[in-house]
């Protein structure tokens, strides 16, 4: 919506020149900072579609209960994009990047403490429940924060954005078709969310550094 109006009075760059145009984006401190949180966003999307379903439901429960447990996911992620949507006008986007990062952390330690049962089959439902609202989060936040971010220079940011959370997904793929176990990918996804916290807060930090200094300048 309103990309046509934004991109009025733009030069379009050709394929060359964007390919050139996003590795020399990568050189912006701001964009080296915020790789790790586009790289989890894929992660936890590709996460959840291979090894969640398989592991966790499949597995567990039937192939049969996937489809439900992904309306549930889908439900819940697009009803959380449209209330965060209004919520970050009334807190702000750093507490909302927190949640994100708190649901995440704790659906995974659910994961590596629960052992599904017959009886316990809610759980699934309300994981894939928590994992759509914090997917709600990272698809629409990170997204508006690379437009803020990078108001200028858009093609190369989004190029970026795209580029690093493909490669997320691709690493959680490519460990499924591995037949890496699913213990060593949930501790692998809490090192991974808690560095590109690090690398978000540091990113938060220096905006509003900047932001001091030209007020006062």
């Not at 390919?19 to 999307?45: C, D, Y």
């Not at 590709?46 to 439901?57: E, K, N, R």
């Not at 499949?58 to 309306?71: K, N």
Request: net charge neutral; aromatic share 12%; charged share 15%.
């Amino acid at each position: 919506f309103g990309e046509d109006e934004r991109k009025e009075g733009q030069e379009k760059l050709t394929g060359k020149q964007l390919l050139v145009a996003t590795f020399r984006h990568m050189k912006k401190k701001n964009q080296i900072l915020i790789i790790p949180l586009t790289f989890w966003s894929g992660i936890e999307q590709g996460f959840f579609g291979a090894d969640f379903t398989a592991g966790f439901v499949t597995c567990a429960y039937g192939v049969h209960v996937v489809g439900r447990v992904l309306i549930v996911f889908g439900v819940c992620d697009a009803l959380a994009s449209v209330g965060f949507g209004f919520i970050i006008k009334l807190v702000g986007r750093v507490p909302i990047f927190i949640l994100g990062a708190c649901i995440n952390l704790a659906v995974i330690i659910v994961m590596l403490t629960w052992t599904p049962t017959a009886s316990s089959v809610a759980v699934v439902y309300v994981l894939a429940a928590l994992w759509g609202i914090g997917d709600a989060i990272w698809q629409t936040q990170i997204n508006a924060l690379y437009g803020v971010l990078f108001a200028s220079d858009e093609e190369a940011a989004f190029s970026n954005y795209r580029l690093w959370e493909s490669m997320g997904f691709l690493l959680a793929f490519i460990t499924q078709a591995s037949g890496v176990c699913v213990l060593p990918k949930l501790i692998l996804a809490i090192f991974l969310l808690a560095f590109a916290m690090v690398g978000y807060l540091l990113l938060e930090l220096m905006e509003r550094k900047e932001a001091r200094s030209s007020h006062t300048n």
